[in-house]
């Protein structure tokens, strides 16, 4: 029985660029996909795509932009693309929601290999909080906030939906998926991936606070995304009151 490939969605206005991934993700088993831009990628027949490659700086507009765009309608995972290895990019590329960053010209075998390992990130963590969703009786849910994995959306108390990153998401989601337990920076870097440790020393702590920005009355004093100093961070799921 034959397994259906997963669809990588190529955004890139070199076309030797896009030519040569094409290839090479088809001789991996992906099926491929390549867009000169963003309006080429709107025409699309295949509207939605399990992956896509993205390069951050095309000729007339933002890769930034279609990261976003991305990252509100699709909720897919993002790896950004460079010929540029200044570290500010790399940090805006994740800001933008791209989950992981490789520059040209990349490895061949290390650039499939992180479509594997995203692919396999995003599909574990799904079943994971899948069986957390379980046992809690069929919904997440904490101070008036709640989670819908399918769709990867959150929602507050008046069912407005939270406007999050594709890595803000999944940051949420680790965190409730280990609630109670106290996380250090190096567990949440490894599982977010995207070599944060080598670029961006305090980005962790930079999504904590724009998280906390979103998910808490008072972030200036979390109830449920707490910090413990010099330990790490831990999601409070039900705080005594």
Partial sequence: MSTKAQTVAIIDDDPLVRSTLSDLLQENGFESFAFSDSASLLNSSHRCFDIYLVDLRLANESGLDIVRNIVVRHKAPVIMLSGYGDEIDKAIGLEAGADDYISKPFNSRELIARVRA????????????????????????????????????????????????????????????????????????????????????????????????????????????????????????????
């Fill in 118 to 241: 995203l692919l396999r990130r995003c599909h574990n963590q799904s079943e994971l909080l899948q069986s957390v969703v379980a046992v809690e009786g069929g919904g997440v849910s904490f101070g008036g906030f709640t989670v819908d994995r399918g769709n990867r959306r959150v929602y507050n108390s008046l069912n407005k939906e939270v406007s999050l990153t594709n890595a803000e998401f999944r940051l949420l989601e680790y965190m409730l998926i280990n609630h109670d337990r106290i996380i250090d920076r190096g567990e949440l870097v490894d599982h977010l991936g995207g070599d944060l440790s080598q670029y961006v020393d305090r980005t962790i702590d930079v999504m904590i606070l724009r998280l906390r920005g979103k998910i808490e009355i008072s972030p200036s004093k979390p109830v449920h995304l707490q910090t413990r100093r010099g330990r790490g961070y831990v999601f409070v799921l039900n705080p005594q009151t």
